[in-house]
């Protein structure tokens, strides 16, 4: 405040400063509105880590949480492998890559192609990548991609007729995870891996299907049958989980989280051929509630009624909810704190800081051992229906081929 003015107020009075008064009347207010922002925004990411030449691989790179992430990681150096739905000729896609690269000052940054909703897609893509060799660097994998129904809207299902939340937000992660998990451990011992799965504390109301034993003993038939009854079992069993948007979601992010304990589980199983311990760790990050487009779709219910309401209520839901670069900030601290480079895996990490699960399943062996099977039974039966789909729809083409040959 300048010299004279405070001089004014004090021995004039504050009455007779322009304005005083109200000024007074409105600073509270501001400082009380700036601690609840700083409060809702979150903890801040202050670790760092050398990333030039590290490889990192990243679903759900292209919007939201998984942008910020992506900007903040390639401004450092990293090399960026995103998988994106889109073809890689799409020019949204093109644009955005270029931006990405002019804004990070970084040239290591591609694209491949996807889908997350098509187990086939994923095989070509995974299966690809693991028979390069000698084995391809891969020092981190982002899982950031995510889908939620608002909550007016209905079912929808993927290419291979999974529920859309249950099949790319879990099946889709299980199916690139089990297939790239050769990648992961063939990794030279000096080299700090991490798993980073992106999840949401709706996975509290979650409910794992009670999957049970689809059959009461070895002897019930043939390996492909007993893998068909086991999806058509897997099957029955979620669809008598009473639909609505958010026991989906959230179910769809406690199985994840299962799964993630699992696989850390998983990885530190395996033998080295060179005797060294496991490198590869597991980290579980809950962002926090965020203004992303998938945030924004589900609280304006999918519906331009709904966005309006979305607009009109906007300055409050700037208050209570992250930006993406905040949301952002714990999967950066996941990535670049030194202590999760060494040691056990398997953490669960909030507000850049390490917190307990809330739900006993999610290091449950039983469960975890029952959720992995029928998941690998689902996919291969799914895989191998998909399979013969497109081997008809191939023969078929051909046949028209023909006839349009002989005319």
């Given at each position: 405040m300048p010299l004279h003015i405070a001089a004014q107020g004090l021995f004039s009075g504050v009455s007779s400063i322009p304005y005083a008064w109200t000024v007074l009347k409105i600073a509270p207010?501001?400082?009380?509105?700036?601690?609840?922002?700083?409060?809702?925004?979150?903890?801040?990411?202050?670790?760092?880590?050398?990333?030039?030449?590290?490889?990192?691989?990243?679903?759900?790179?292209?919007?939201?949480?998984?942008?910020?992430v992506a900007r903040a990681l390639a401004s450092r150096g990293a090399q960026l492998v995103l998988l994106t739905q889109q073809p890689l000729s799409d020019p949204f896609l093109v644009d955005y890559i270029m931006d990405l690269r002019i804004q990070a000052g970084n040239e290591l940054i591609t694209a491949e192609y996807v889908d997350l909703t098509s187990l086939h897609s994923i095989r070509v893509f995974a299966t690809k990548w693991v028979d390069n060799a000698p084995p391809r660097r891969l020092d981190m994998i982002i899982l950031c991609a995510n889908t939620r129904t608002p909550p007016s809207g209905s079912a929808t299902t993927t290419e291979d007729g999974l529920e859309s939340a249950w099949g790319l937000n879990y099946i889709a992660n299980f199916h690139l995870l089990s297939i790239l998990s050769p990648a992961l451990r063939a990794q030279p011992p000096d080299r700090d891996v991490r798993i980073i799965f992106g999840t949401c504390s709706s996975y509290m109301g979650g409910t794992l299907p009670d999957f049970g034993s689809p059959e009461s003993g070895p002897d019930k038939g043939s390996k492909s049958k007993s893998k068909?009854?086991?999806?058509?079992?897997?099957?029955?069993?979620?669809?008598?989980?009473?639909?609505?948007?958010?026991?989906?979601?959230?179910?769809?992010?406690?199985?994840?989280?299962?799964?993630?304990?699992?696989?850390?589980?998983?990885?530190?199983?395996?033998?080295?051929?060179?005797?060294?311990?496991?490198?590869?760790?597991?980290?579980?990050?809950?962002?926090?509630?965020?203004?992303?487009?998938?945030?924004?779709?589900?609280?304006?219910?999918?519906?331009?009624?709904?966005?309006?309401?979305?607009?009109?209520?906007?300055?409050?839901?700037?208050?209570?909810?992250?930006?993406?670069?905040?949301?952002?900030?714990?999967?950066?601290?996941?990535?670049?704190?030194?202590?999760?480079?060494?040691?056990?895996?398997?953490?669960?990490?909030?507000?850049?800081?390490?917190?307990?699960?809330?739900?006993?399943?999610?290091?449950?062996?039983?469960?975890?051992?029952?959720?992995?099977?029928?998941?690998?039974?689902?996919?291969?039966?799914?895989e191998k229906e998909g399979a013969m789909k497109r081997a008809k729809e191939k023969k078929e083409r051909g046949e028209g081929k023909s006839r349009s040959q002989e005319y």
């Open positions: 207010w501001l400082v009380l509105l700036y601690v609840l922002k700083r409060y809702f925004n979150g903890a801040t990411n202050t670790s760092e880590r050398t990333m030039h030449s590290k490889v990192i691989m990243m679903t759900g790179g292209t919007s939201g949480i998984g942008a910020e068909l009854k086991s999806k058509q079992h897997t099957e029955a069993k979620l669809e008598a989980i009473p639909f609505t948007p958010s026991s989906v979601y959230a179910t769809s992010k406690l199985a994840l989280m299962t799964f993630a304990s699992a696989f850390q589980k998983h990885l530190t199983a395996y033998s080295r051929p060179d005797k060294n311990p496991m490198n590869a760790r597991v980290i579980i990050v809950d962002p926090g509630w965020t203004r992303t487009p998938g945030m924004r779709r589900y609280l304006s219910f999918g519906s331009l009624w709904g966005l309006a309401l979305y607009l009109i209520m906007w300055p409050f839901w700037w208050l209570v909810l992250k930006s993406p670069d905040q949301g952002a900030q714990t999967f950066l601290y996941a990535a670049m704190e030194a202590q999760y480079g060494r040691g056990e895996g398997g953490k669960f990490l909030k507000e850049c800081r390490e917190i307990k699960f809330m739900r006993p399943e999610i290091e449950n062996d039983v469960a975890q051992k029952t959720l992995w099977e029928m998941s690998d039974n689902t996919i291969q039966a799914l």
